[in-house]
């Protein structure tokens, strides 16, 4: 699966994600949580959306916690050039 930017190609390892982008000719490791925080973004989904989504998979983990975890992420993908939009 590739979504969020053309030029990028992904390569699934098992619930993990590699992401390589050759134009940069840089490789980035997302775990389980982010590449979910990557794919729902690159689709269009809300922080609101995408925080909903973590918490439902991850119960224990206070809502603040996981909303400010999520911007962190969406931070860094959109530095690394990574995230869409």
């Given at each position: ?19 390589h982008d050759p134009e ?53 993908l959109g530095r690394l ?5």
């Open positions: 699966m590739t979504e969020p930017g053309a030029a990028l190609s992904a390569r699934e390892i098992g619930d993990d994600l590699l992401i940069g000719r840089r490789v980035c490791f997302l775990n389980r949580t982010a590449r979910q925080v990557w794919e729902m973004a690159g689709a269009g989904a809300s922080i609101d959306r995408i925080v909903q989504a973590v918490c439902a998979a991850h119960p224990d983990v206070h809502e603040p916690s996981v909303r400010a975890d999520v911007e962190a992420c969406l931070d860094e050039g990574l995230r869409a939009g």
